[in-house]
């Protein structure tokens, strides 16, 4: 008898373990955009490893020469473009005040518009 109840409380305990770690996640979506400026990144060099849901780096430029509110967005450290720059404002607001930001694949289209390639999504970033 005791062995047996030493062994559901193991299970039990490995269950709970189980349920904690993989309690779901929620995001904060804050914007969705299409990618400015692929074409004259690695964008196209990158494209056929790309997929939807991949994660996404977005970095602050504030001394970037052509706009100041300029966000760099990353895939796997590489620039692949920005945030467009008539919705980059409010973002760079954010960073700048100490928001993490962040961002994923949610479309990838081919296509000669460059615009219509890849659309993302900008997210509270997680406290990993």
Known sequence: MR???????VLWALTMAWRLH???TVEL????SPLAGFQYHAGPALWPL???GDRLTLVREP???????????????????????RENKDLA???DAGT???GRIVHLQRGRNPWQRVLFD??????D
Request: hydrophobic fraction near 55%; glycine fraction near 4%; charged fraction near 15%.
């Open 3 to 9: 062995r047996w109840l030493r062994f559901l409380s």
């Open 50 to 52: 790309m997929r939807v």
């Open 122 to 127: 900008v997210h509270l970033a997680h406290a």
């Open 29 to 32: 979506l804050v914007q969705t």
């Open 100 to 102: 993490k930001l962040a």
């Open 63 to 85: 001394w970037n020469p052509y706009d100041s509110a300029a966000i760099r967005v990353e895939w796997h450290g590489v620039p692949i473009g920005f945030v467009p720059k």
């Open 22 to 24: 993989a309690a779901p």
């Open 93 to 95: 607001r954010l960073m």
